[in-house]
């Protein structure tokens, strides 16, 4: 019987091009539409955890709740302790202490005069440590414009277009002047190892990168940090698991009477990131039900011409014994090998087309003002679901459709069906 199907789609092109032509347009577009906004959305999710909010966040509860001011003198104390007792309690992570500060970088002339100076937005990491995976997550070595990463506690990153601005080089002295933990002002002399370009807007204005134990100095933040951020082993955001892991440790660690005390924040409740998480795992099913819904109405349409060209072939059936019900399941079983083909092909044809959008399409040159947290290259990513998730509309669209217009046979008359037979 299959094979009499596929024979029949073969030989009549009349009743299956079309259908095939829709649900191929269709399910590219879906697949296309899928993986392209996986890689956008994903990559924002990955840039932000990286350089921002970790896949968690441990911090104090006061440091949470206004954590946009970056509040250092909320910071965490004694925090030593509290990285080991972590590191054993969820040794399948990893595990980095940062202080995102703040302050006034000063450029001095050969005199030791200001020759230039500007407000930056700075990152302190563990960058000398022999064990630290930091300059590798931040892909800080593949970043780098000029000179070399900091091997020393007083040596630091500056980001290119702001090292311009300063009119710095490598080798040059800065000064940061900002405040310490305990609210005294800070005037701290650093040396420029290098310059790096993040191609992100928000932090080329005016980056900073330091190694954690030069700002600690600075700061007056000895065995304080800012913020924890934990990273699962693959590097991939889990947001059950991170859920999971937060509500336990926060069962353990906080106490709500204490606004010092740890408390572990999942990525999903930073940047406004729920959101977009939320959008990515609704999408799919959003697009799924827009596409089903538009090819249904136009297999539906194409169903109805068809079926009066074959209103002749369905007398004839009728004529030999075969019943309604049979004839209506042929149609369906019809369609779904129709459905097969078309997904098929337009999966094939999206997926090619996605694997050119891999490399990405640079927007840098409209995301010049943005200060979103992202990458200027927006790239497809191609996933497992990408190879079965255009079989969803394409098989369902073919079968709506036929079903729909296949209830005409039941609607006339089995006298009329003989009647165009004859003429």
């Not at 840039?47 to 440091?63: L, R």
């Not at 999903?268 to 959101?275: A, D, H, Q, T, Y």
């Not at 297999?299 to 019900?325: D, V």
């Not at 003002?369 to 190879?387: G, H, K, L």
């Amino acid at each position: 019987m299959l094979k009499f199907f596929i024979r029949g789609i073969l030989r009549d092109r009349q009743r299956s091009l079309l259908p095939i032509i829709v649900i191929t347009i269709g399910v590219t577009i879906v697949v296309l539409l899928q993986t392209y906004l996986t890689g956008v959305f994903g990559d924002m999710i990955d840039f932000n955890a990286k350089f921002s909010t970790g896949h968690v966040k441990v911090m104090s509860q006061a440091y949470y709740e206004n954590m946009d001011q970056i509040p250092n003198d909320l910071a965490l104390l004694e925090t030593g302790e509290l990285m080991n007792e972590i590191q054993k309690q969820y040794p399948d992570m990893n595990w980095s202490e940062r202080i995102s500060f703040g302050g006034l970088v000063d450029a001095p002339d050969e005199n030791g005069e200001t020759k230039a100076q500007g407000p930056a937005a700075g990152m302190a990491i563990d960058m000398i440590s022999e064990n630290s995976v930091e300059i590798e997550r931040l892909n800080l070595e593949k970043s780098l414009v000029k000179g070399e990463i900091p091997k020393n506690s007083n040596e630091v990153l500056l980001s290119d277009d702001f090292a311009t601005k300063l009119k710095i080089s490598p080798g040059d002295q800065v000064t940061l002047i900002g405040s310490t933990m305990y609210g005294a002002m800070s005037i701290t002399n650093f040396t420029v190892s290098g310059t790096i370009k993040f191609g992100v807007m928000a932090l080329d204005r005016g980056g900073i990168i330091a190694d954690i134990s030069g700002v600690r100095e600075a700061l007056d933040m000895q065995d304080a940090t800012g913020e924890i951020l934990g990273y699962f082993s693959d590097n991939s955001y889990d947001d059950l698991k991170a859920i999971e892991i937060s509500t336990y440790f926060n069962e353990i660690h906080s106490d709500s009477t204490d606004v010092f005390s740890p408390t572990m924040v999942p990525l999903r409740e930073m940047n406004n990131l729920g959101s977009m998480l939320d959008l990515i795992g609704s999408f799919s099913g959003i697009m799924i039900f827009i596409f089903v819904f538009a090819m249904s109405i136009v297999l539906w349409n194409g169903g109805l011409l068809g079926g009066l060209r074959r209103y002749g072939e369905m007398g004839l059936r009728l004529a030999i014994g075969e019943r309604k019900g049979h004839i209506y399941r042929s149609l369906i079983s019809e369609s779904i090998i129709i459905g097969i083909i078309g997904s098929i092909v337009g999966t094939a044809i999206a997926l090619f087309f996605s694997s050119l959008l891999e490399k990405g399409i640079d927007m840098s040159g409209v995301m010049q003002e943005s200060s979103m947290m992202m990458s200027p290259v927006f790239r497809a990513e191609i996933t497992p679901t990408a190879y079965y998730i255009g079989f969803i509309p394409g098989l369902l669209a073919t079968i709506v459709g036929t079903a729909l217009a296949g209830i005409g046979i039941y609607k006339r008359q089995t006298a009329e069906l003989f009647k165009e037979l004859g003429a």
